[in-house]
């Protein structure tokens, strides 16, 4: 029987704070939204256990079906103490003591109680936190427990897509169970959709009894079938452009072929398979012209479309003149090595043996060649050294850095926020919570300040460096400290920028302070991971470490959802979307039948928020008038209402609604009818909306996170590509922000876990090419100028493969002039660089883009200044046209292409 005495869980926090992470191996925040948990003596009612339905597709359970229930206790339990890890054990149906001496095989077990496709766990009721439920199907995955090193202090790891689970398809989610003081005899259960590390498979969290108005009366989770997810996933992806094609790389494979998982940016360069190629041997050939009698040392790198690797372990071997007493001249050596699973490409380093015995080492490495792996054996691929390469002196990367762009993703985001704040005042009110008498009590600080480039702190070299940083300074009310809250008057809280030596490899930067954990992770790994600069939550010394995580986590998240370099938006209204729950056709109004799309906005002290979750509803012949609901809040005043009878995009703002309702005792606005409102030209009182839905926060053409994006379609709006329930799919602390949590909290008497269907659908939703004989994406360099009628016109451009790099097809392309000029072109692309160029004759002064068709009908088009739209003035294409000329001499790109314009004009 469990004891009397337990410790109270309360709520979270506005922003959310992050509980320690508890894998041993790394201390790391995981990247989703967590709690500090505020413990406090409690009285326990009876003991009670909580059902866990699982209802698995006959595809996966056929492959057998594995769960593990893990969590830490939060009270005394079957003389187990607060504090202590436990596991469900299956054999006693009750929670069992995990420790460095539980077999990690215990912490999981195989389902077989089932009644058709449905089995029940009852979970035993005592207070637990930290709570991990582990899906597996086709294999166990590996739960570990493990001690910290730095702490001495264990715990349990959930299983990471990494080491012995590369292979396994798993998926968790997390739970707390809890006395709700407030409602004696009820079980408060707190259950969080993760798809933190990984998506392995989709699956939907649903509770008994829903909870009234909640957002996730519906559940939570994602809707589609694995296989329609995968190539859902990778058709987003490519519709994206070449800003998002670094997310193809997340989609992870087995030996077969098949993929196995796609996996979050962060720990996909923390956890992929390593790129470096292995030399497995190096044997003697003829003829060749290498001198025979020589040693030489050899490395191999993989490359791809964004980088390249480091090299393998040297290995070397010598060239024979003899054989038998004969003399025969061994004058080539061909070098073997393993696969790289997604290179595209290798590099060969060459350098003579300098000595012999103990003494042998390499000299200057020479580069000797690169080319598509494809040439000599994609499987077994290998390079013949004959002596007839011209070598130069080159070295190759020490670091995988340049190999994954997740690393540097968001290098030019951080520089932009942190260049912007040097002028421009960041303001951001963050709040604290303390619990008083079982009750959250919340007080807000306001911490404001710019970017410093002289904010000095000690580096692991133990010397004093200067950094750059965001450095905010916090304020206290009396209020707040009469209540009990801390003074952080003149505490100083900062965000440094994220380069080091550590992980820039270069001295030109400095060491990482010597409080900072994880200095190594990119910076692009940081801001994914929500690690590094933005998790030093009682790590920076001298301020309050819970105001930093609320601080932390806001920023992180704002780069995510592409808003952070969204300057308009103040740092206030990042997470101040309105919650809109509802849109509902009515009798009356004046629609012409269609689908509609609606967002909403908030106006307030601080400016416009970014736009509300998509929210759509159809017209008919009946029903000509929409209906939009979101929760109540005093703070807006006013709403801004924006539609459109697209997807995503093409919004207009219809109508904006003062809060509160001063004809109505000063209600909170939570109503709009669209009766067929005409569009209202923007104004600085009511621009368009900021950013747009179903990205909501991940808007086309920003730096955000589209691992992320694509999880957040709403498969309401749009039941063949949309993915998730009301758009969301919990992975991120940023998830968690502006009232979009997944987070179910109420008094359930029963969490049902559903897996999606295994297979396809009958008809396949997308009709992905992995692999097309054309480019996918168009980049144009030279813009033709405004011309004469009958004057020649040069075009520019560079063509992009399906995974962002140049595509080196090397062969002709149709290529398609459409604007002042219309015709049809042969046009050869560089096979080694992507560019290619054509020159043509102009029937009229205007634009032209690119259009290239491949021949299943597939078009792709080019992007006419990339942002801008197709029709601006002659004047500013003029002006656009003479930068990217400009950029086109720097990139070293046909540098007699003015002189061929010129001389055709």
């Not at 691992?707 to 709403?714: D, L, R």
């Amino acid at each position: 029987m469990p004891d009397n005495t337990i410790l109270h869980r309360c709520g979270s926090l506005l922003f959310g704070d992050k509980v320690p992470a508890i894998s041993a191996a790394k201390k790391r925040a995981s990247s989703r939204m967590i709690r500090v948990e505020f413990l406090e003596p409690r009285t326990v009612m009876s003991a009670t256990s909580l059902p866990i339905e699982f209802t698995v597709p006959t595809t996966a359970m056929t492959q057998e079906f594995y769960v593990s229930i893990t969590a830490q206790l939060n009270a005394n339990y079957n003389g187990m103490q607060t504090g202590d890890w436990v596991y469900y054990d299956p054999s006693t149906n009750d929670y069992a003591l995990a420790d460095s001496t539980t077999p990690s095989a215990d912490l999981t077990f195989q389902v077989t109680n089932f009644v058709g496709t449905v089995a029940t766990i009852d979970v035993p009721y005592t207070p637990v936190v930290s709570g991990h439920i582990v899906m597996g199907v086709g294999s166990a995955p590996v739960v570990a427990y493990a001690n910290n090193p730095q702490t001495n202090q264990g715990g349990i790891s959930a299983p990471t897509p990494g080491g012995p689970n590369y292979d396994k398809i798993y998926g968790l989610f997390e739970y707390a169970l809890a006395v709700d003081a407030s409602t004696p005899g009820n079980l408060l259960v707190d259950v969080d959709m993760s798809e933190v590390d990984q998506v392995g498979f989709p699956f939907t969290i649903t509770a008994t009894p829903a909870t009234q108005d909640s957002p996730v009366d519906l559940g939570t989770g994602i809707t589609q079938n694995r296989d329609d997810m995968f190539a859902l996933y990778q058709q987003y992806i490519t519709d994206k452009g070449i800003y998002a094609s670094s997310f193809k790389q997340l989609v992870q494979k087995d030996s077969t072929g098949d993929i196995i998982r796609i996996m979050a940016p962060n720990n996909y360069v923390d956890y992929a398979p390593s790129p470096v190629p292995a030399i497995s041997s190096i044997g003697q050939l003829l003829p060749g012209t290498l001198p025979p009698d020589s040693g030489f040392y050899y490395w191999v790198t993989a490359t791809n479309g964004y980088g390249e690797s480091m090299a393998n372990n040297p290995q070397n071997q010598t060239t024979k003149g003899s054989s038998g007493g004969h003399p025969v001249e061994y004058g080539s050596l061909q070098v073997n090595w393993t696969a790289i699973s997604g290179a595209t490409g290798y590099k060969i380093y060459r350098a003579p043996v300098l000595g012999s015995g103990n003494n042998i080492h390499p000299g200057t490495p020479q580069f000797l060649s690169k080319w598509n792996g494809t040439v000599n054996g994609q499987g077994n691929p290998y390079f013949v050294d004959n002596g007839s390469y011209t070598t130069t002196s080159n070295t190759f990367p020490t670091t995988n850095y340049s190999y994954f762009p997740q690393n540097y993703y968001f290098n030019n985001a951080l520089q932009q926020f942190f260049n912007y704040y040097a002028t421009n005042t960041f303001s951001i009110d963050v709040p604290m919570t303390m619990p008083i008498a079982g009750h959250d009590l919340t007080a807000m600080y306001t911490l404001s300040g710019k970017t410093v480039n002289n904010f000095v702190a000690t580096g692991t070299d133990n010397a004093s460096h200067n950094y750059t940083a965001l450095v905010l300074t916090g304020t206290t009310s009396a209020a707040n400290i009469t209540l009990g809250f801390p003074d952080t008057t003149g505490q100083q809280f900062a965000v440094l920028r994220p380069y080091f030596q550590q992980n820039m490899n270069s001295n030109l930067f400095p060491p990482a302070p010597i409080w900072i954990s994880n200095p190594t992770e990119s910076p692009g790994v940081m801001v994914f991971g929500n690690d590094g600069v933005f998790n030093t939550g009682g790590e920076q010394p001298g301020v309050n470490a819970q105001l930093l995580s609320n601080l932390e986590n806001p920023i992180v998240s704002a780069f995510n959802r592409g808003v952070a370099t969204n300057f308009p938006i103040a740092p206030n209204n990042w997470a101040n979307a309105p919650d809109v729950y509802a849109a509902t056709a009515l009798p009356g109004g004046s629609l012409a039948a269609d689908a509609y799309y609606y967002v909403v906005t908030a106006t307030n002290q601080w400016g416009q928020t970014t736009a509300s979750l998509e929210y759509s509803a159809v017209a008919d012949a009946t029903n000509k008038a929409i209906s939009l609901q979101w929760k109540a809040d005093n703070e807006p005043t006013q709403y801004n209402i924006y539609r459109s009878t697209t997807q995503g995009s093409g919004y207009q703002l219809i109508a904006a609604v003062a809060n509160p309702d001063v004809t109505n005792h000063n209600i909170p606005v939570t109503l709009f009818v669209d009766t067929g409102y005409s569009p209202v030209k923007p104004t600085p009182q009511h621009p368009a909306p900021a950013l747009l839905t179903p990205m909501v926060y991940y808007a086309p053409g920003t730096t955000s996170n589209w691992y992320a994006g694509f999880f957040h379609q709403n498969v309401t709006d749009n039941p063949t590509t949309g993915v998730s329930i009301r758009g969301l799919a919990y992975g991120f602390a940023y998830d968690d922000q502006g009232s979009q949590s997944t987070n179910m909290n109420d008094h359930y008497t029963q969490i049902n876990i559903n897996l999606e269907p295994w297979g396809a659908s009958q008809t396949p939703p997308v009709n992905f090419d992995p692999t097309p004989n054309v480019p996918v994406d168009v980049q144009i360099l030279m813009q033709p100028k405004s011309a004469r009628s009958g004057s020649f016109t040069t075009i520019s451009f560079k063509a992009f493969g399906p995974e962002g790099q140049a595509f080196t097809g090397g062969t002709q392309v149709t290529v398609e002039v459409v604007g002042a000029q219309r015709g049809t072109y042969l046009v050869n692309v560089n096979p080694i660089t992507g560019f290619g160029i054509l020159t043509f004759k102009s029937t009229d002064i205007g634009y032209n883009y690119l259009k290239i068709t491949q021949s299943d009908g597939k078009v792709y088009n080019s992007k006419v200044f990339n942002t801008l739209p197709t029709s601006i003035p002659l004047s500013l294409m003029y002006i656009f046209d003479q930068e990217c000329e400009r950029l086109s001499k720097n990139a070293g790109f046909y540098t007699s292409l003015d002189q061929i314009a010129r001389s055709r004009r």
